[in-house]
């Protein structure tokens, strides 16, 4: 949204206030206010126009200006109703020079995991990358997903649920199977601890690219099942969404706010990423089984370490594992 979009939208959050007012305050045309009053109602935002001028009375669910009114980051919001990839997207501007942009998507119909591996995205989720530029070498970049777990792990605690962090890139919420006292066969339980059954909440795909000694741009893409029918996701996959846990819709545009508000921040000060990921982190403490392209890794992960790397106890000495699939196995009883 330009500049004086975004004025004439937070004059008429403040109004009413009226057309030759704000022309005034704005040094525009009223012929101009008008034109940007027009293209606000088109994206989506309420504008009542009473006696004492125009007012505010709602902001759009979702959507590119939704999300930049409002947020507290240096990003602009590219959104699409549906698009492939945003990741793919996020590349393509990439590659166009451009920074400092959230792609953002209602549906992707060619969403992308990890080694090429599909990712189901239907509409009423969360598909989006975030593309920017930071000053450090290629061997850093791995702390940028982990900040995009905590920042969405966080995000998902402010809706109310309480998601954890598997290594590296997974956000999951516990549950329990059992049925509730309503009786309805599917329902869930959410559970506070880490007992019950790890569902897959949100997956995160980081790409980049630069030299050695400095990036040039990295894209996080961070898919979260808001609020998207669960019939539609890989079954397999054990997944579950915001909507399914809360038992009522999340607030999208407020959810893509904090996540990215989070997310700057966490980019800025990369040092406090690790203690961050730490409190939110369900793998520490647990038996796992990693696969990594040098083999299997297995033991108790004990600590994660700068710029990502989880640190596995094989029991024969520790070994730091820099890139992998994860598994968490269930604890051995202890009689
Ligand atoms: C990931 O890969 O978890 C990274 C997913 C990143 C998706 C975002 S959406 C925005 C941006 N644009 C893209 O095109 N991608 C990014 P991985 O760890 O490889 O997990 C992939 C596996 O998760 C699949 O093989 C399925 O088993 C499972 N899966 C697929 N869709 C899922 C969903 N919606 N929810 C939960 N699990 C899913």
Same mark, same amino acid.
Request: hydrophobic share 40%; proline share 5%.
């Given at each position: 949204?330009?500049?004086?979009?975004?004025?004439?939208?937070?004059?008429?959050?403040?109004?009413?206030?009226?057309?030759?007012?704000?022309?005034?305050?704005?040094?525009?045309?009223?012929?101009?206010?008008?034109?940007?009053?027009?293209?606000?109602?088109?994206?989506?935002?309420?504008?009542?126009?009473?006696?004492?001028?125009?007012?505010?009375?709602?902001?759009?669910?979702?959507?590119?200006?939704?999300?930049?009114?409002?947020?507290?980051?240096?990003?602009?919001?590219?959104?699409?109703?549906?698009?492939?990839?945003?990741?793919?997207?996020?590349?393509?501007?990439?590659?166009?020079?451009?920074?400092?942009?959230?792609?953002?998507?209602?549906?992707?119909?060619?969403?992308?995991?990890?080694?090429?591996?599909?990712?189901?995205?239907?509409?009423?989720?969360?598909?989006?990358?975030?593309?920017?530029?930071?000053?450090?070498?290629?061997?850093?970049?791995?702390?940028?997903?982990?900040?995009?777990?905590?920042?969405?792990?966080?995000?998902?605690?402010?809706?109310?649920?309480?998601?954890?962090?598997?290594?590296?890139?997974? @956000?999951? +919420?516990?549950?329990?199977?059992?049925?509730?006292?309503?009786?309805? &066969?599917?329902? *869930?339980? $959410?559970? #506070? %601890? =880490?007992?019950?059954?790890?569902?897959?909440?949100?997956?995160?795909?980081?790409?980049?690219?630069?030299?050695?000694?400095?990036?040039?741009?990295?894209?996080?893409?961070?898919?979260?099942?808001?609020?998207?029918?669960?019939?539609?996701?890989?079954?397999?996959?054990?997944?579950?969404?915001?909507?399914?846990?809360?038992?009522?819709?999340?607030?999208?545009?407020?959810?893509?706010?904090?996540?990215?508000?989070?997310?700057?921040?966490?980019?800025?000060?990369?040092?406090?990423?690790?203690?961050?990921?730490?409190?939110?982190?369900?793998?520490?403490?647990?038996?796992?089984?990693?696969?990594?392209?040098?083999?299997?890794?297995?033991?108790?992960? @004990?600590? +994660?370490?700068?710029?990502?790397?989880?640190?596995?106890?094989?029991? &024969?000495?520790? *070994?730091? $594992?820099? #890139? %992998? =699939?994860?598994?968490?196995?269930?604890?051995?009883?202890?009689?």
């Amino acid at each position: 949204m330009n500049e004086t979009r975004h004025r004439v939208l937070d004059a008429l959050a403040d109004g009413p206030v009226s057309g030759p007012t704000l022309a005034d305050e704005l040094g525009i045309s009223r012929s101009a206010v008008w034109k940007h009053v027009e293209a606000l109602r088109d994206a989506g935002f309420e504008v009542t126009s009473g006696d004492d001028g125009y007012t505010l009375s709602a902001v759009p669910e979702f959507g590119g200006p939704a999300v930049e009114y409002g947020l507290d980051a240096p990003y602009t919001v590219e959104y699409h109703d549906s698009i492939p990839s945003t990741n793919a997207r996020a590349r393509e501007l990439a590659a166009e020079g451009a920074e400092n942009v959230v792609v953002l998507a209602d549906e992707q119909t060619g969403g992308r995991g990890r080694l090429d591996r599909e990712w189901a995205s239907p509409s009423g989720g969360i598909w989006l990358s975030l593309l920017f530029r930071p000053d450090v070498p290629m061997a850093h970049a791995p702390v940028f997903t982990l900040a995009a777990a905590v920042a969405v792990a966080r995000a998902a605690r402010e809706a109310g649920v309480e998601a954890t962090i598997k290594w590296p890139n997974d @956000v999951l +919420v516990s549950v329990a199977s059992e049925g509730t006292s309503s009786g309805e &066969d599917d329902d *869930v339980v $959410v559970t #506070a %601890g =880490d007992e019950g059954e790890e569902r897959k909440l949100v997956g995160i795909l980081t790409e980049m690219e630069g030299e050695a000694d400095r990036v040039s741009w990295v894209v996080v893409g961070i898919g979260v099942n808001a609020n998207v029918d669960l019939a539609s996701l890989p079954s397999a996959a054990n997944p579950t969404s915001l909507e399914a846990v809360r038992g009522a819709p999340v607030d999208r545009r407020v959810f893509v706010q904090r996540l990215v508000e989070t997310f700057d921040e966490l980019s800025q000060d990369v040092d406090s990423v690790l203690d961050a990921w730490r409190e939110y982190a369900t793998t520490l403490g647990k038996e796992v089984r990693v696969e990594t392209p040098g083999g299997v890794v297995e033991g108790t992960a @004990v600590d +994660v370490q700068f710029p990502g790397s989880l640190v596995v106890d094989t029991g &024969d000495g520790q *070994v730091t $594992v820099s #890139a %992998g =699939d994860c598994e968490h196995l269930r604890p051995v009883a202890d009689d």
